[in-house]
């Protein structure tokens, strides 16, 4: 026998041992459906990144189009997404109470006065500073536009709020009324100036400051608060690719699923300011254990906020950069056939801005330019995030909404009626594209579930055909059994001994929607709901 003969036979039996090895490979483990990440590995070396705005814009917005998408990382064998540094389940998996949506992170009790002020800067968008409160906890303060009081301190204290109840890492957010003999200055405290180099701050620096925010009647201001993240900042992360410093950050995070679902949840929200540079990795010790959380932050442009006016009502809408159809349809047109958004109606009410419901598409909603995890979703990815949004009552919105501290009850009304609106939109058009069959539970010898498109009343009430096969789980092949039709267990499933697998086909009869697969692991006398798989 030649030298290539046995170089050709040896590869050939390393291909058919990776094959048999891949085909004895279970598909479910003893832990399944995991609900937590284990224990992250300890962070060594992180080195801090910076992120340039401008090269992301004009890097992202060439992404008008995605290679073939792969599934979601970083999801469970039910395909929810499990606790993590990026993500812990809240209000979807366990219903907050009204106190604890409107607390949100940290600490309950608000910034105790007097202030001192530590830092500032002037120029650029909006002026702000840093400052302290009496317990010694830091703050970065940001004010509202003069002509538009409220409106960005209300959208970042709102979203954030929303966010951190579905899950995210957010900073703590406080609308405070402060008065200017409410403040004090450092003897560090150092100003930066657009264009200029840093210098210490006068106290005519802060009255500068504080004469470009909306006062009150009685002479008082309004800032929002945001308590400094503990931990040492190593920069924001990129919506796609890893942290080659971070050994727990082994998914893409374009695969992410709590990450290509923030298009559905910023949908919502209308935060189209979803840049790299608005999130932040922070390198935290706990259990002795240093690793790296993930944040999301600066929420002053989303609802009906651009930051320093009302959002360009375009936004939402369009990209910033146009694409290449919509720029060709404009010329073609002179110009002279408005876009859908140009018919938008807006509440006459300066707190609000521009943020409405009528014209808002789920499917067609954008951030200001192509974000690659969003362009990289899949219709799981849409219908996850959709049940983080229809997990929010009409009562939660007003809660949160509430937090804004909003003057005029006007707005409080017409910011609950618009986000409640949208989040309907947005449960009714991610529920029609795969059959929406969840919260699986065995009862009484009976495999039971909810319609989330029934149960929001998107639709009347359906019937329902189930398949029942009993799966291998190391082959991953099924053999047909018993019950075909009936949620009701088969008899082979209710006398099958403690480790078997079965696998349910629920069908929505006369519905052209694809059936969901259920895996049931039999244990002791109990099933197990270990896996679904969802087609479109």
Same mark, same amino acid.
């Given at each position: 026998?030649?030298?290539?003969?046995?170089?050709?036979?040896?590869?050939?039996?390393?291909?058919?041992?990776?094959?048999? /090895?891949?085909?004895?490979?279970?598909?479910?483990?003893?832990?399944?459906?995991?609900?937590?990440?284990?224990?992250?590995?300890?962070?060594?070396?992180?080195?801090?990144?910076?992120?340039?705005?401008?090269?992301?814009?004009?890097?992202?917005?060439?992404?008008?189009?995605?290679? %073939?998408?792969?599934?979601?990382?970083?999801?469970?064998?039910?395909?929810?997404?499990?606790?993590?540094?990026?993500?812990?389940?809240?209000?979807?998996?366990?219903?907050?109470?009204?106190?604890?949506?409107?607390?949100?992170?940290?600490?309950?009790?608000?910034?105790?006065?007097?202030?001192?002020?530590?830092?500032?800067?002037?120029?650029?968008?909006?002026?702000?500073?840093?400052?302290?409160?009496?317990?010694?906890?830091?703050?970065?303060?940001?004010?509202?536009?003069?002509?538009?009081?409220?409106?960005?301190?209300? /959208?970042?204290?709102?979203?954030?709020?929303?966010?951190?109840?579905?899950?995210?890492?957010?900073?703590?957010?406080?609308?405070?009324?402060?008065?200017?003999?409410?403040?004090?200055?450092?003897?560090?405290?150092?100003?930066?100036?657009?264009?200029?180099?840093?210098?210490?701050?006068?106290?005519?620096?802060?009255?500068?400051?504080?004469?470009?925010?909306?006062?009150?009647?009685?002479?008082?201001?309004?800032?929002?608060?945001?308590?400094?993240?503990?931990?040492?900042?190593?920069?924001?992360?990129?919506?796609?690719?890893?942290?080659?410093?971070?050994?727990?950050?082994?998914?893409?995070?374009?695969?992410? %699923?709590?990450?290509?679902?923030?298009?559905?949840?910023?949908?919502?929200?209308?935060?189209?300011?979803?840049?790299?540079?608005?999130?932040?990795?922070?390198?935290?010790?706990?259990?002795?254990?240093?690793?790296?959380?993930?944040?999301?932050?600066?929420?002053?442009?989303?609802?009906?906020?651009?930051?320093?006016?009302?959002?360009?009502?375009?936004?939402?809408?369009?990209?910033?950069? +146009?694409?290449?159809?919509?720029?060709?349809?404009?010329?073609?047109?002179?110009?002279?056939?408005?876009?859908?958004?140009?018919?938008?109606?807006?509440?006459?009410?300066?707190?609000?801005?521009?943020?409405?419901?009528?014209?808002?598409?789920?499917?067609?909603?954008?951030?200001?330019?192509?974000?690659?995890?969003?362009?990289?979703?899949?219709?799981?990815?849409?219908?996850?995030?959709?049940?983080?949004?229809?997990?929010?009552?009409?009562?939660?919105?007003?809660?949160?909404?509430?937090? /804004? *501290?909003?003057?005029?009850?006007?707005?409080?009304?017409?910011?609950?009626?618009?986000?409640?609106?949208?989040?309907?939109?947005?449960?009714?058009?991610?529920?029609?594209?795969?059959?929406?069959?969840?919260?699986? *539970?065995?009862?009484?010898?009976?495999?039971?579930?909810?319609?989330?498109?029934?149960?929001?009343?998107?639709?009347?009430?359906? +019937?329902?055909?189930?398949?029942?096969?009993?799966?291998?789980?190391?082959?991953?092949?099924?053999?047909?059994?018993?019950?075909?039709?009936?949620?009701?267990?088969?008899?082979?499933?209710?006398?099958?001994?403690?480790? /078997?697998?079965?696998?349910?086909?629920?069908?929505?009869?006369?519905?052209?929607?694809?059936?969901?697969?259920?895996?049931?692991?039999?244990?002791?006398?109990?099933?197990?709901?270990?896996?679904?798989? *969802?087609?479109?």
């Amino acid at each position: 026998m030649g030298q290539t003969q046995q170089y050709f036979l040896i590869l050939l039996l390393v291909i058919t041992l990776l094959k048999s /090895a891949a085909g004895e490979s279970p598909r479910f483990f003893a832990d399944d459906p995991i609900r937590a990440m284990p224990a992250p590995l300890p962070v060594k070396n992180p080195h801090p990144q910076d992120i340039n705005d401008s090269l992301d814009f004009f890097a992202d917005s060439w992404h008008w189009t995605q290679s %073939r998408p792969r599934p979601a990382g970083a999801v469970n064998t039910l395909g929810e997404v499990p606790d993590s540094e990026w993500f812990t389940n809240r209000h979807a998996r366990r219903r907050l109470s009204r106190d604890e949506l409107q607390r949100g992170p940290g600490p309950s009790e608000a910034p105790v006065p007097p202030f001192t002020v530590t830092g500032g800067k002037s120029g650029g968008i909006m002026p702000g500073f840093r400052m302290k409160d009496s317990k010694g906890r830091s703050y970065f303060v940001k004010v509202d536009p003069l002509n538009y009081p409220e409106l960005a301190s209300a /959208a970042d204290v709102i979203v954030s709020r929303f966010l951190y109840a579905i899950g995210y890492n957010t900073p703590k957010n406080e609308v405070v009324n402060v008065t200017l003999p409410g403040l004090r200055i450092s003897d560090t405290a150092k100003i930066t100036i657009l264009g200029e180099r840093p210098r210490k701050m006068t106290w005519g620096d802060v009255e500068q400051i504080v004469k470009q925010v909306p006062h009150y009647d009685d002479g008082s201001f309004r800032i929002l608060a945001s308590l400094a993240i503990g931990g040492e900042s190593i920069g924001p992360f990129q919506f796609e690719g890893t942290r080659s410093d971070d050994p727990n950050d082994i998914v893409p995070h374009e695969d992410r %699923r709590d990450l290509r679902g923030l298009n559905v949840i910023y949908g919502w929200l209308n935060n189209t300011d979803a840049k790299a540079s608005n999130t932040l990795d922070v390198v935290v010790a706990e259990n002795g254990i240093r690793f790296v959380r993930h944040y999301l932050l600066d929420f002053g442009s989303a609802l009906g906020s651009d930051g320093d006016a009302p959002k360009d009502p375009r936004l939402g809408h369009e990209f910033m950069l +146009s694409t290449p159809g919509n720029a060709l349809k404009r010329f073609v047109s002179l110009g002279l056939a408005p876009a859908r958004w140009e018919r938008a109606h807006f509440p006459d009410l300066p707190a609000v801005g521009n943020f409405e419901s009528h014209l808002f598409d789920p499917d067609q909603w954008k951030s200001d330019y192509p974000n690659p995890a969003f362009m990289s979703r899949m219709p799981d990815d849409d219908y996850w995030a959709a049940k983080q949004v229809m997990a929010f009552t009409d009562d939660d919105i007003r809660a949160i909404v509430e937090t /804004a *501290r909003y003057a005029d009850p006007r707005s409080s009304e017409y910011m609950i009626a618009t986000l409640a609106e949208r989040r309907n939109k947005i449960g009714k058009s991610y529920f029609s594209r795969i059959l929406p069959v969840d919260f699986f *539970r065995v009862e009484n010898k009976e495999l039971l579930f909810d319609d989330l498109a029934v149960r929001y009343g998107f639709r009347n009430p359906r +019937s329902y055909e189930v398949r029942w096969s009993k799966f291998d789980n190391v082959r991953q092949t099924h053999q047909a059994v018993s019950g075909w039709g009936s949620t009701h267990l088969p008899p082979e499933a209710i006398r099958a001994l403690s480790g /078997a697998y079965f696998c349910a086909d629920i069908r929505a009869v006369g519905d052209p929607l694809k059936p969901v697969s259920v895996y049931l692991r039999k244990e002791d006398n109990a099933f197990r709901v270990v896996g679904v798989d *969802r087609k479109w």
